[in-house]
């Protein structure tokens, strides 16, 4: 099965910014849409970007124009770059194929706090 490990979260105030990757093995990567994902204490798994093979890409609405979504298939990584964050995008931060599979890393923490 395919592995994804994450990092780049830290503690970072507001208005400060950070850049995830997400470092997936297998030889298929390629052909996966990619999403990045947060779950926030006491708040549901939400999808925040998705990228498609091709690099085609949606946001969520509460990350539009803060956040990009990227990927380089030949180094099987996909990135987030995240401006201009608020406390509102604590979470633990999780890369998975778009729709997602049920096999999740362990995740990234990011907290923006003052």
């Known amino acids: 099965q395919v592995q994804l490990v994450e990092s780049g979260g830290g503690l970072v105030q507001p208005g400060e910014s950070l850049r995830l990757s997400c470092a997936a093995s297998?030889?298929?990567?390629?052909?996966?849409?990619m999403g990045w994902y947060r779950q926030a204490p006491g708040k549901q798994r939400e999808l925040v970007a998705r990228?498609?093979?091709?690099?085609?890409?949606v946001y969520a609405g509460s990350v539009k124009g803060r956040f990009t979504i990227s990927r380089d298939n030949a180094k099987n990584t996909v990135y987030l770059q995240m401006n201009s964050l608020g406390p509102e995008d604590t979470a633990v931060y999780y890369c998975?194929?778009?729709?997602?599979?049920?096999?999740w890393g362990q995740g990234t923490q990011v907290t923006v706090s003052s």
């Open positions: 990228i498609t093979s091709g690099g085609s890409t």
């Open positions: 998975n194929k778009y729709p997602e599979s049920a096999y």
């Open positions: 297998g030889s298929i990567f390629r052909f996966y849409a």
